[in-house]
């Protein structure tokens, strides 16, 4: 467990992944519209998932957050690129986003809990974001650094790729997976806390 303090006090946060499966993105969607459902069925996973927990009187956490990001195909808006499912397929979507710019959409929801049931903020949102034309030097050098594992679209804006991408448009944070609105939104309610 990581312990961060947040505005003057000493919040305990961890992280773990949700039992359920998740679902393939649905295709024939825009690519917002595609976050928008695997975040719902993240929330409906969460939901039942903690539920279950509250009913063996296992003690869950005041804030439940769930999150999916996709890299929207630069020419088309319905395509999204998920996450490389090896090396070949992370060097094909880094070729694809090379030398030019793409949106990426980052759905984030914070479950809570009280008396009269679950409360649920989400929101999806999307940055664009610009990235240099990539020598085969440069993607050799992505890949090797393994920054593109479990990343959409294949890179981390955070990582190695930061040297050769920028937002252009949006927040950072969205690029980094996270739904800005929703961030500011958890930061209230944690100082709300005594």
């Given at each position: 467990?990581?312990?961060?303090?947040?505005?003057?006090?000493?919040?305990s946060i961890s992280a773990s992944p949700l039992?359920?499966?998740?679902?393939?993105?649905?295709?024939?969607?825009?690519?917002?519209?595609?976050?928008?459902?695997?975040?719902?069925?993240?929330?409906?996973?969460?939901?039942?998932?903690?539920?279950?927990?509250?009913?063996?009187?296992?003690?869950?956490?005041?804030?439940?957050?769930?999150?999916?990001?996709?890299?929207?195909?630069?020419?088309?808006?319905?395509?999204?690129?998920?996450?490389?499912?090896?090396?070949?397929?992370?060097?094909?979507?880094?070729?694809?986003?090379?030398?030019?710019?793409?949106?990426?959409?980052?759905?984030?929801?914070?479950?809570?809990?009280?008396?009269?049931g679950w409360k649920i903020i989400s929101n999806?949102?999307?940055?664009?974001?610009?990235?240099?034309?990539?020598?085969?030097?440069?993607?050799?050098?992505?890949?090797?650094?393994?920054?593109?594992?479990?990343?959409?679209?294949?890179?981390?804006?955070?990582?190695?790729?930061?040297?050769?991408?920028?937002?252009?448009?949006?927040?950072?944070?969205?690029?980094?997976?996270?739904?800005?609105?929703?961030?500011?939104h958890l930061i209230k309610q944690i100082s709300?806390?005594?």
């Open positions: 467990m990581l312990k961060k303090a947040l505005l003057g006090q000493c919040v039992v359920s499966p998740e679902i393939t993105p649905p295709t024939g969607l825009d690519v917002g519209e595609q976050v928008a459902a695997v975040l719902a069925n993240k929330i409906q996973s969460a939901k039942v998932e903690f539920s279950l927990q509250l009913e063996s009187e296992n003690i869950i956490p005041d804030f439940i957050i769930v999150a999916d990001t996709l890299v929207e195909d630069p020419e088309d808006f319905k395509i999204s690129l998920g996450q490389p499912n090896d090396r070949n397929s992370g060097a094909v979507m880094l070729l694809r986003l090379s030398g030019g710019c793409h949106n990426v959409w980052s759905g984030t929801a914070v479950l809570s809990r009280d008396e009269s999806v949102e999307y940055a664009t974001v610009e990235i240099d034309d990539l020598s085969p030097e440069i993607i050799i050098e992505l890949l090797e650094s393994n920054s593109w594992v479990g990343k959409a679209g294949g890179y981390d804006l955070a990582g190695e790729m930061g040297n050769y991408a920028r937002v252009i448009s949006g927040d950072e944070n969205c690029v980094l997976g996270f739904s800005p609105l929703i961030i500011e709300q806390f005594d």
